[in-house]
């Protein structure tokens, strides 16, 4: 099943799609967009033109497990986006994915201007990766 995972952002969004085999994650792109309307729009022309057939929306939980402003604004862009394109969604725990791309591009040397313009997007297939590992282990899920 082809997977667009989302990392909403309020000035950057970044994407991230698997193969139809679940097998490898890729960046997609990072949209730059403050516009709460316009920027699922963009996301979901994204999730229409790759043939996504799962949106996963990274669901920013505060560390004490409590869901907070920004994890209720992640919610009505994930509702937008299944609006926009009838695909379903998936939320899913996205705590430490921003620290952790941050480590992947200091561990690779990405710095600068470059760094700020990628790490939503390596988020985004951190958020991935992890629903697929999760989806591995529970063959029995359909969606969630």
Known sequence: MKILAVDFGDSRTGLAICDKFEMLASPLTVIHEYNFEKCAAKTAEYAISEKAELIVVGYPKNMNNT???RAE??????????????????MWDERCTTVSAHGYLNETNVRGKKRKNIVDAVAAVI??????????????????
């Open 127 to 144: 958020i991935l990766e992890s629903y697929m590992g999760y989806r591995k282990n529970n063959p029995d899920i359909t969606q969630n």
């Open 73 to 90: 604004k992640c919610c009505k862009f994930a509702e937008l986006l299944s609006e926009l394109t009838n695909i379903p969604h998936v």
């Open 67 to 69: 869901v907070g402003e």
